[in-house]
């Protein structure tokens, strides 16, 4: 089984990577977990000495090391041996979710993270049931984005998916100008996603629209961007689920899962 992966500081992380290459026999260097993270690996995971964990910025950097000691219910010292960067993803995939009802908007944002998505942005689409607005709108960003950290690390992840602000369709348009392709998931698209000629570098955005679908006027703003219409397959797939399968498919097709 692969070591757990928990978030840590910046600083200590770049502390450690300094430390490691300046230890001419690769001594490395120690960094202390701890508070949330630190109760985590302790009273939850309950990780012991020698065995080996992995620690992260979210951003790409990955601290390799076992855990030298183990003190309370949250404080844990990693003895880091090795640090690495993980280089940004080429092609870059966004997923533009509709805001689903209930909890399924964290199940979409849990799976696309776990299939490998690099940024997610909400989508208030004018057939949303669900609408964010004020303190409402900030706690559900806020558990967007803790279910994004929190399925990066179960996915053993070391560059988290951005979770944008929520977006409305003005804003939608412009991503997909500025996108080396754009795409919105359509029931009735004549073109299949897994023919679509894709780019090798810049970025990929998918559109995925809400239970009752992409309004006609959203669909002709999305085309006039750019955009092109493309279907998964012969079923329909709920808007929590459709972005996770496009998400596999494209890195698939694009290689990064090669």
């Known amino acids: 089984m692969t070591a757990p992966v928990f978030l840590a500081d910046p600083a200590l992380l770049a502390e450690a990577a300094a430390a490691v290459d300046a230890a001419a026999r690769g001594d490395g260097a120690t960094v202390l977990l701890e508070g949330p993270e630190g109760r985590h690996a302790v009273s939850v995971r309950r990780l012991r000495t020698g065995e080996e964990v992995v620690l992260t910025d979210g951003a790409g950097t990955g601290a390799y090391g076992t855990v030298s000691a183990v003190s309370g219910k949250d404080r844990l010292e990693v003895a880091v041996t090795s640090v690495s960067r993980e280089p940004e993803p080429r092609p870059r995939i966004t997923v533009v979710q509709a805001l689903p009802k209930g909890d399924r908007g964290e199940l979409a944002v849990e799976t696309v993270t776990e299939t490998g998505a690099d940024a997610i942005v909400p989508w208030a689409a004018s057939r949303c049931v669900t609408q964010w607005r004020g303190e409402r709108g900030a706690k559900s960003l806020a ?55 894709l780019p090798c570098e810049g970025g990929l955005v998918v559109v995925v629209g809400p239970e009752g679908g992409v309004s006609p006027e959203e669909l002709t703003a999305f085309t006039r961007a ?33």
Do not use: I, M, Y
Request: proline share 2%; with cysteine.
């Open 143 to 197: 558990k967007w984005r803790s279910t994004a950290r929190e399925a990066g690390k179960q996915s053993r992840r070391l560059r988290f998916p951005d979770v944008a602000e929520l977006a409305g369709t003005a804003e939608v348009a412009r991503l997909l100008a500025d996108a080396e392709l754009g795409v919105v998931l359509h029931e009735e698209a004549s073109l299949a996603l897994a023919t679509a000629e």
């Open 226 to 258: 750019g955009a092109r219409t493309c279907r998964l397959g012969p079923s329909v797939l709920r808007t929590s689920t459709a972005g996770t399968a496009a998400t596999a498919l494209l890195l698939g097709r694009t290689g990064r899962w090669n």
